[in-house]
């Protein structure tokens, strides 16, 4: 059974930065796009960022250039670096795993973690 965990949400103020990482576990996510969703009140979850197995990204138009998605295939984690973080950035991030390789592809996420809340204060 997969399991994804997340850490490091938390209250920062606007300009800073958070660092969010998912341990998954229970099968072989080499082969596996991952990615970043996020859910703020009120709205639809929207994918922010993917990376495919090969390290091929993919980030939301809202957050080029502020985050950044990596992975480490070795210990089978996911993070999601957020720079100059905007009140807007405020919502729950759901760590997820693809059934396919292609990390821009939502559809494909099959698979979420129990979700950490970031906070953006102005």
């Known amino acids: 059974q997969v399991q994804l965990v997340e850490s490091g949400g938390g209250l920062v103020q606007a300009g800073g930065s958070l660092r969010l990482s998912c341990a998954a576990s229970?099968?072989?996510?080499?082969?596996?796009?991952m990615g970043w969703f996020r859910q703020a009140p009120g709205k639809e979850r929207e994918l922010v960022a993917g990376?495919?197995?090969?390290?091929?990204?993919y980030s939301a138009d809202s957050v080029k250039g502020r985050f950044t998605i990596s992975r480490d295939n070795r210990k089978n984690t996911v993070y999601l670096q957020m720079n100059s973080l905007k009140p807007e950035d405020t919502a729950v991030y759901y760590c997820?795993?693809?059934?396919?390789?292609?990390?821009?592809?939502?559809?494909?996420?099959?698979?979420w973690g129990q979700g950490t809340r970031v906070t953006v204060s102005s």
């Open positions: 990376i495919s197995s090969g390290g091929s990204t």
């Open positions: 229970g099968r072989t996510f080499s082969t596996n796009a």
């Open positions: 997820a795993l693809s059934q396919g390789r292609t990390a821009g592809w939502a559809g494909g996420y099959k698979y």
